[in-house]
């Protein structure tokens, strides 16, 4: 398998570490605005090559799964193209598709071109439980999400709040409501709640709570879920990516792992 990573941050780092000594995995490719975020990828590990983001598509034919690890401006951007081409995509930045268009138009495309768009789970626990009892009927779903400051800072939903995050001196909820909210205010600090609402009752049923904590220094989620299977809770204390704070590392783990199971003939908790 010949691999493209669009986006060489926190979580494209780390996969690309991750999926480098898997024999399957021939060569990978990374990208991003400039090859300077590439550097300490290229220099250390010998399968990998940076191409520029704007000649992408001279190295396409010899790929066979593109993940997007950038943001959701570029999920927007480059997915549907790859999609047009029938190359296979893994998403990371699954906020985007809370744009019920841009997600029709991607699933639409992936159906009629024999394409396969991949999520994975990501930072949080439970979403094999949400799979299996979407086959039944819920009654509700509720993520609550606790980071620290760090965690948050610049992010829109903070800003045009006022919020002070250095001023908080207890746990406070800085969001409460639905997932399309929370992940339109939280772009890059909420994705496990799109991928929950995608696996669920959507993004205007499930609902969204998040807290800051000045005194912790994890990222943690609670994924509480009730339906006609009964009521099930998991919890997550995630350890933040070093490269980036509003990142969990569990969430670039979680890629690396989905590309194993891709890579493999037998799939255990599907």
Not at 6 to 19: H, N, Y
Not at 171 to 193: H, L, S, Y
């Amino acid at each position: 398998m010949r691999i493209l990573i669009i986006g060489c941050g926190s979580i494209g780092s780390v996969l690309a570490k991750t999926v480098h000594d898997i024999p399957e995995v021939d060569h990978i490719y990374v990208t991003d605005q400039k090859k300077d975020f590439a550097v300490h990828l290229i220099d250390s590990l010998d399968k990998i090559s940076f191409v520029d983001i704007s000649e992408i598509d001279r190295i396409l034919t010899e790929v066979h799964l593109v993940v997007e690890a950038a943001s959701q401006t570029a999920a927007k951007k480059y997915v549907p193209q790859l999609l047009k081409k029938g190359i296979d995509v893994m998403m990371m930045s699954v906020g985007a598709f809370s744009d019920e268009g841009f997600k029709n138009e991607c699933f639409e495309l992936a159906k009629n071109n024999h394409a396969k768009i991949y999520i994975p789970s990501g930072a949080v626990c439970g979403t094999d439980g949400i799979h299996a009892a979407s086959s039944g009927a819920f009654d509700e779903i509720h993520l609550i999400t606790t980071k620290g400051p760090k965690s948050l800072k610049g992010a829109p939903g903070i800003i045009k709040s006022g919020i002070d995050l250095d001023s908080l001196i207890e746990p406070t909820v800085v969001f409460d409501g639905k997932a399309k909210d929370a992940v339109d205010k939280f772009p890059k600090n909420i994705n496990v709640a799109a991928t929950i609402s995608l696996l669920g009752i959507g993004f205007e049923k499930t609902k969204v709570t998040i807290i800051c904590d000045p005194n912790t220094n994890k990222n943690s989620h609670i994924l509480i879920a009730k339906g006609n299977f009964g009521e099930m809770k998991c919890e997550v204390n995630n350890v933040p990516s070093p490269m980036n704070p509003a990142t969990s590392y569990l969430a670039a783990l979680s890629a690396a792992s989905s590309i194993k199971r891709i890579l493999g003939n037998v799939w255990i908790g599907i």
